[in-house]
Structure formats: C-alpha cells, structure tokens
C-alpha cells in the first residue's frame, strides 16, 4: 500500500456517522418486474437533477438482487413516505418474501405500483444509469406525479425524525403585545400574562402536530381517552375545555380515520388510536423539554406547582 494510499483511507463506520449529519426525506422505491413481481425499496438517495426536462435521481448498492431488477426496468416511481409511514420504510428495508402482502398500493404508469396517503410521488420512465461505485445512480424523467401536501417522514443521524418549523420563524405576537403595552396594567397583570404564555406555547405547539395529522381538538380527545377509556362527548368536554361542537367534529374524523371507535354511548381508541396518543405525548413532553430549557429544574417544579395550585383553587 503507497503512501497516499495510506493517507486517503476512510474510516467508513466515521465516514458513515458524519453524513448522518445531512437529514434526508424517506422514500420507497417502486417497480414491476419482468414476471410481474412487484419491488419495492426504502432509500434516502432520492434526489431532485433537472427540471427541464424533469429528471430525478435515486442510487441503489449494485449487489443487491433488487437493483438488478431496477437495471433493466422500463419504469419506477418514488413514493416521499408521511411523517405517520415509519412502519413502511421498516417494511421496505427489511429482506421479506412478499414486502407488498397486506400494503395497500395502486397499480400506477407501466404497472408500477405506488401508494396512497404519501406527501408526495413521481411516477418516472428510466432515463439513464450511471456508475457511483458501490451503487448504480438511476436517473428517470418525470412522466406524472402527485403532491399531497403531507408532513414528511425525515432521516437523521441513524434515527427517523419529522419537520417542525425552526423557532425564529414564528410569529413573535406574544412578545410584540407585551412591548406595545408598555408599562400599562395587561403587560403586568399575571392572568393576561398567562393567557399570552399559553398563547405563545400552542404557536409554536400546534404546526409540530401537523406532522402527526392533526389539529389541538383531535390530539386532546386522542390524550384524554388514554387515560379515561370510554367517554361520550359531553365527558370529554369536561376534560379538554372545548366547546362539545368542536369535540363532536373531531370525533367524526377521528372515527373515519380509524383512531378512535364508538363503544356504547361513548368514544374509545383503537389500536391505531393507543399508537397515536402515544406519538402525541412524546412530541408534547420534546415540546415542553425545548421550551423550558433555560430554566433550572427548581424553576420548572415552582412552575409547576403554582399552576397545580392554581387548579385546585
């Protein structure tokens, strides 16, 4: 081994690690094999290359029986994954027989098949493929594609991740309020100063339950029956604080998504639903870990008695 041979050697578990520090969006990778099989792959590579014409990119290990498939196919399509698909990228990443039994798909251009309820999917012919060492890079050109407006399903440092909005981009209205009133008596008076904190805490709370599906109303029906199994909308009201009229149509999209289920004369979760309510108490407990940490653990267990107390008054 030469010098420069030496000297230009990669620690590739390092190497690896440090591109990990590029977050990526999640995608599966579709097409039909000659026999009729479908394939499918869950990659990280995709990539947008030209807009005129519309071309796309994705790469794939060349020694994997699936990328054989994808060198002589006519045809793929790349489904974006939602922030709610985790479980499809783990089915698609894995080694199966038949990765599609049980997936709803629909048969798209050239027999591809492609999924629903994606953020977004390209229906591409094969344009060209290109030498990239250990992977073939497939470039197609864009026949068709959809964009669903969905939060997508994120990749970072070896850990699926969602989008949340960066602070600083947020409107500041609590902050501007407070500077606009001076010294007069709302910029002092505590329950003013509550109501602009509770405020404040749900703009920055709310476009990060976006990612999940949701909206405020639907995520604190989906907590509360966690905690009290069967409750008919006017019980729930009594523990979410919302007018029965909002609680009443969150509960209709919640029941035609399949999250929660009529039992008796009340509401509880499905299984679904227990999986959700369990996603929502994680994003609040990162939300509440973000918004108080310049403060001690002191100050946070103060806070928080004061406003038990104030409960319970």
């Known amino acids: 081994m030469t010098t420069e041979q030496k000297h230009n050697r990669i620690d590739q ?8 520090n590029f977050a990526t969006g999640v995608t ?14 869950t990659a990280s590579s995709f990539n947008s290359l030209s807009m005129d014409p519309p071309l796309v990119l994705w790469s794939c290990i060349k ?6 498939v994808f060198e002589s196919a006519t045809h793929f399509a790349v489904n974006i994954l939602a922030s709610d698909q985790m479980e499809m990228s ?8 038949d990765k599609f039994d049980g997936v709803e798909w629909d048969k798209g251009i050239g027999g591809v098949p492609i999924f629903p309820d994606c953020a977004g999917r390209f229906q591409c012919e094969a344009y060209d493929k290109l030498d990239g060492g250990d992977h073939w890079i497939f470039v197609g050109r864009v026949i068709a594609f959809d964009d669903f407006g969905r939060s997508p399903l994120c990749f970072h440092q070896g850990s699926y991740s969602m989008v949340f909005s960066h602070p600083e981009t947020f409107p500041d209205s609590g902050k501007s309020t407070l500077k606009d009133a001076g010294e007069g008596r709302m910029s ?5 100063l509550m ?9 920055r709370y709310r476009p990060k339950l976006t990612t999940l599906g949701l909206n405020l109303v639907e995520s604190r029906i989906l907590l509360v029956l966690n905690d009290f199994p069967v409750l008919d909308a006017r019980e729930l009201v009594v523990h ?3 007018p029965i009229n909002e609680a009443d149509e969150a509960l209709l ?5 399949g999250l929660v289920m009529a039992s008796g004369d009340g509401y509880a979760l499905t299984e679904l639903g227990k999986s959700k309510s369990e996603q929502i108490w994680a994003l609040a407990a990162a939300h509440a870990k973000e918004t108080f940490k310049s403060f001690s653990e002191a100050e946070v267990d103060t806070f928080t008695d004061v406003l038990r107390h104030l409960i319970d008054l």
């Not at 578990?13 to 990990?20: H, I």
């Not at 109501?195 to 703009?203: G, H, K, N, P, W």
């Not at 999209?253 to 998504?257: A, G, H, K, P």
């Open 28 to 41: 599966i990778i579709t097409t039909r094999a000659s026999d009729g099989t479908n394939i499918g792959v």
């Open 240 to 242: 979410m604080h919302t």
């Open 90 to 97: 783990n089915r698609f990443a894995r080694q199966q027989a």
């Open 195 to 203: 109501l602009r904190a509770v405020r404040a805490y749900q703009e």
């Open 188 to 192: 002092n008076h505590a329950f003013f």
């Open 13 to 20: 578990k390092a190497f690896r690690r440090a591109l990990g």
């Open 253 to 257: 999209s919640l029941n035609d998504r």
């Open 63 to 68: 020694d994997t029986p699936s990328c054989v």
